[in-house]
């Protein structure tokens, strides 16, 4: 064998393309080393991504053409103040100016005021029950993906682009809420304009529709059917969330005992919200305002309120320096709310046939 070789060693076979190692520090993406890596969806979440990229990336363009609307609307505000101000001009010449400025914050907050509609019907509802109804959550589940983790990407995502968006909107018209109030552009606190648009609130509201519709999806298993009746759910959700508002925050009671006249009406914090008034009789009671109108049964207003001994106000109200506190209050029960729709949709998954 050596003289057929000349007495040298057999040469070692030259290695096909196909059986070629790849070096440990190429990553398989074909990158040039490890930090050149992009990142990339894998797996389950990049199926959940690519179902929902249209709805996604609608909401997250939508977020960013609004957000730069109300930028743009706040430095024309911005602009307008500083104008004004230095132009010695009447109080009710600078009012009528900022007008079209009061009437585009107004604007922005009631279109503020759908996004949790549109969260709960176009995102929430169909998010389990599309898949439901054409038959892709068996497909899912058939390639060795768990139950559980196949619901958990669904939700995250949804839930990450929800509380994205919101929370840039809400930072967004709070500050050009605060700088409109500090020019003279009222927006009381107290409304759903101003206290449901700022803060944690929108963000809340937004993921508890989605978590109900997510749901209503679940059990009807009909993709425009859950969105009908997600519709009403939220529209109920948003007139019970306009009725406890105000009951987040502690009442405070300010009376008086030097007269019923309109000039010894208690002076309230700037800001404060009134709840109630009502005189105050000698006794101790409270006497609604519309017992001594001017002219009722034909006696005058200083009359009636002698005859029932009037001798002061009493006054109801939440002042401004609560809003804060209310919001994460009523948003950490939204929260809650929310969670226990999760663990009945994850409890529901787990349990029952798809």
Same mark, same amino acid.
Request: hydrophobic residues 50%.
């Given at each position: ?33 490890? =930090? ?21 990336? =609608?909401?997250?363009?939508? =977020? ?291």
């Amino acid at each position: 064998m050596n003289a057929l070789t000349g007495g040298r060693a057999p040469a070692a076979p030259a290695s096909s393309p196909a059986s070629a190692s790849v070096p440990a520090s190429v990553p398989a993406s074909g990158g040039t080393g490890g =930090t050149g890596r992009r990142f990339r969806l894998r797996g389950v979440t990049w199926l959940v991504w690519r179902q929902h990229r249209a709805a996604y990336w =609608t909401v997250l363009a939508c =977020t960013a053409m609004f957000t730069a609307w109300m930028l743009y609307r706040n430095a024309l505000m911005t602009d307008h103040f500083v104008k004004v101000g230095g132009s010695g001009a009447a109080e009710e010449d600078r009012w009528e100016d900022s007008e079209p400025h009061l009437r585009a914050l107004f604007d922005a907050a009631r279109a503020l005021g759908f996004v949790p509609v549109l969260a709960g019907v176009l995102l929430g509802a169909p998010l389990l029950a599309d898949d439901l109804e054409k038959g892709t959550a068996k497909l899912a589940l058939s390639q060795s993906v768990g139950r559980v983790r196949w619901l958990s990407v669904k939700l995250g995502l949804g839930a990450l682009v929800i509380a994205a968006s919101t929370s840039v909107l809400a930072a967004v018209f709070g500050r050009w809420w605060r700088q409109a109030a500090s020019g003279g552009i009222v927006l009381p606190w107290a409304s759903g304009h101003a206290f449901d648009n700022t803060g944690p609130v929108p963000m809340a509201l937004a993921l508890f529709t989605a978590a109900g519709g997510m749901a209503i999806g679940l059990l009807l298993r009909r993709t425009l059917l859950a969105m009908v009746v997600t519709l009403g759910f939220a529209v109920a959700v948003q007139f019970a969330w306009s009725g406890v508002r105000l009951g987040l925050g502690n009442t405070v009671t300010v009376t008086t005992r030097d007269g019923a006249g309109l000039a010894q009406f208690p002076d309230l914090p700037e800001g404060a919200h009134q709840l109630s008034a009502a005189h105050l009789t000698a006794s101790g009671e409270l006497l609604d305002t519309a017992t001594c109108r001017t002219g009722q049964m034909g006696e005058p207003l200083a009359a009636c309120l002698e005859a029932h001994r009037v001798v002061g106000w009493s006054v109801d109200y939440l002042p401004a320096s609560q809003m804060h506190g209310m919001q994460w209050l009523g948003a950490a029960v939204l929260l809650a709310l929310t969670a226990a729709v999760t663990a009945f949709v994850f409890r529901r998954v787990r349990r029952h046939p798809l």
